[in-house]
C-alpha cells in the first residue's frame, strides 16, 4: 500500500506550536519534535469511528488497548509484560516530572546526560531535586557515556537517571555492551532507572536495534520505569498518548502517588489511536522509515556541503543534531532563523553552538530549508568569514 509522505499539509491556523512560532514570517519551522505528515490513514478512521460514539466522558485503559501494548512488546521486543504494570500519561514530559517526584526527597539529585531533551533537565528542578551532570562524549563518530565520569559525578544523594534510548537529540541506539554497562552503573549505585524509549520505533540504521533494558537485564526490571507511547512515530502529540512500565509494586505505588491528583487522564481519542497504531500500521510505520531515510541522507548531503557543519551518524528519531561551533557566526540559531531556518538551540540541550533539525517533514519543504541554510553558508563564505571563527565555545557544562 503507497502512502502520502510528499504532499504538504497546510498547518497554520491549526494552533500548531511548530508552526505558529513563524507566523508571521517567511521562517521555516524544522524545530520542536513533530512531524508535517499526517497520521496513518488508520489512525483516523479508527479516531472517526470513536468521534461517532458520541461519548467522551471519563476513560480508564480499554481491555483491548492494554491487550495492544502487551502484545506490542512482546511481538517487536520478546518482552513480556503484565497487564498491571501500565501507568498512563498524558504525554511523557508529565512521566518525567512525576518520575523525579515520586523518587528520593527534596533535595536529592538526578544524574542527567545531556545534550538531551530539555525537559530532562528540567524535570528535578522543577521538582525540588537537583540534577547532576555528565555530558555524553565523541568517540570519533559515535556519541557515548562516559561512565567514569558519571561514577565520579554521582553522590550518596544521587537517586536517578533519566536514561533516552535512542537518544534524543543525537540519534544514538545505545547497544548491547553499553546496555548493560548502564544496568550494572544503575546497580552499583542503586539508582532507578528511567528509560525515556519514546523514539524506539524510529530506528533508521538497519545494523542499529532497539533493546529495552528492563527486558535485557531483568534484574534490573524492578528499578526500571521504562516510557513509551506513540506520539512521536504516529505523528500523535498533540493526543497526549503515553504510558510508563513500572514492573516493581513498590516503585508503582510511589509513581502513582506521585502522579495523582496532577496528572490529567489520558482521553479516549487516545487510547483508540494507540490501540489502532499499534494493531494496524505497521506497513505505515515502514514506510515513514524508508522516507526518512531518504530525508536523513539529504541533510547529510547538506551538511556536508557547509563548511562549519558537522554532524555524526543518525541511528534513529528524525532529529540532526548538528555542531555549528565552527560557524563563523555568534548564535548559530539566530543565523538560521536569519536565513528563513527555524531550527532548535542547542543551548536548551545543554550544549551551546549546536542546533537540532526536524527532518520530519516532506521532502519539498526540506529541499527549501537545507537550500537556504546551504546558501546562508555559502553568503557567509563570500562576506569573507572563514569557518573556525564562530562561537567555539565548550560544549554545554
Ligand atoms: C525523549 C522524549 N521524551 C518525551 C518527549 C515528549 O513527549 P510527550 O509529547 O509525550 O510529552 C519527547 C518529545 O520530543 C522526547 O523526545
Redesign the pocket.
Known sequence: MDFDFDTPVDRRNTGSIKWDKYRARDVLPMW???MDFRAPPAVLRALRERVEHGIFGYTAAPDDVVDAVVAMCAERFDWHIERDWLLW????????TATCRAIGEDGDEALVLPP??P??LLAAPRSRRRNVVSPLVLDGQRWVMDFEHMQATVSARTRLLLF?N????VGRVYDERELLQVAEFCERNDLVLCS????CDLVLDPAARYRPLARLVPEVAARTIT?L?V??TYNL?GL???YAIVPDPGLRERLQAAMSGVVAYINPLSYAATRTAYRECAAWREALLDYLRGNCAAVRAAVDACPGLRITPIEA?Y?AWIDARALPVDDPAAFFEHAGVGLSDGRDFGFPGYLRLNFGCPRVQLDAALRRMVEAVAALRHAGARPGNGTGGETGY
Not at 535512542?166 to 537529540?169: I, L, M, S
Not at 525515556?196 to 523514539?199: A, M, Q
Request: aromatic content about 8%.
Open positions: 520542536v519534535a513533530d500519561f498524558p504525554g511523557l514530559n508529565s512521566a518525567l538531551v531533551y525537559p530532562f533516552c535512542p537518544h534524543n537529540p525515556d524509549d519514546v523514539h516510557l507511547g506520539g512521536k502529540a497526549h498518548c503515553g528519531t532529529l
